[in-house]
T-cell receptor, first 111, second 117 residues
């Protein structure tokens, strides 16, 4: 089955700096890679996703890159703000099937 | 994005009782819904896949007689934790998958915090 590895497990940055979270996956059939933000006591919120037919996608301060050959994808958050502090999960799936989640990255943005 | 609700958001029950959690897709129809549980500071663990009108598919190690899943309509799936015990205390989260496209997005509910005394 699919195995998703996520690094780092914790990340602390100063407000205004960039944050990068990296994930690798094992199943070459995976073709959908979403990123979720989870705040304490809440359900995960989809913040950006990328399909296997593109290498990069950007939405304001958030971008995701995908390298299918190396089987890794990354989340980039620029100009971080304290409200970006949360746990971020990457996931991978073969469309139509359940998501396989990474273990999560706890991001802390300090003022 | 699409909206998924869960009810209740928090429930406390006595050991041995059963608890039902509802998951609803509010503005779209979901042929498939998923149930996850999450322990503190851990990732989401898939429990089962729920397809409308058919039996749920459970992940290895998840007792189907203990975690009853019903997906009676395209907007509602329920999870019933039967004869709950303290070790069933957890954060239960559902997700609903949009349908009709090649890549199907999943949208998550806000979760239900279950505490079994």
């Amino acid at each position: 089955g699919e195995n998703v590895e996520q690094h780092p497990s914790t990340l602390s940055v100063q407000e205004g700096d960039s944050a990068v979270i990296k994930c690798t996956y094992s199943d070459s059939a995976s073709n959908y890679f979403p990123w979720y933000k989870q705040e304490l006591g809440k359900g995960p919120q989809l913040i950006i996703d990328i399909r296997s037919n593109v290498g990069e996608k950007k939405d304001q301060r958030i971008a995701v890159t995908l390298n299918k050959t190396a089987k890794h994808f990354s989340l980039h958050i620029t100009e971080t703000q304290p409200e970006d502090s949360a746990v971020y999960f990457c996931a991978a799936s073969n469309s139509g099937y359940a998501l396989n989640f990474g273990k999560g990255t706890s991001l802390l943005v300090t003022p | 994005g699409a909206v998924v609700s869960q009810h209740p958001s928090r429930v406390i029950c006595k050991s041995g009782t059963s608890v039902k959690i509802e998951c609803r897709s509010l503005d779209f129809q979901a042929t498939t819904m998923f149930w996850y549980r999450q322990f503190p500071k851990q990732s989401l663990m898939l429990m089962a896949t729920s397809n409308e009108g058919s039996k749920a598919t459970y992940e290895q190690g998840v007792e189907k007689d203990k975690f009853l899943i019903n997906h009676a309509s395209l907007t509602l799936s329920t999870l019933t934790v039967t004869s709950a015990h303290p070790e069933d205390s957890s954060f239960y989260i559902c997700s609903a998958m949009t349908s009709g496209g090649v890549y199907n997005e999943q949208f998550f509910g806000p979760g239900t915090r279950l505490t079994v005394l």
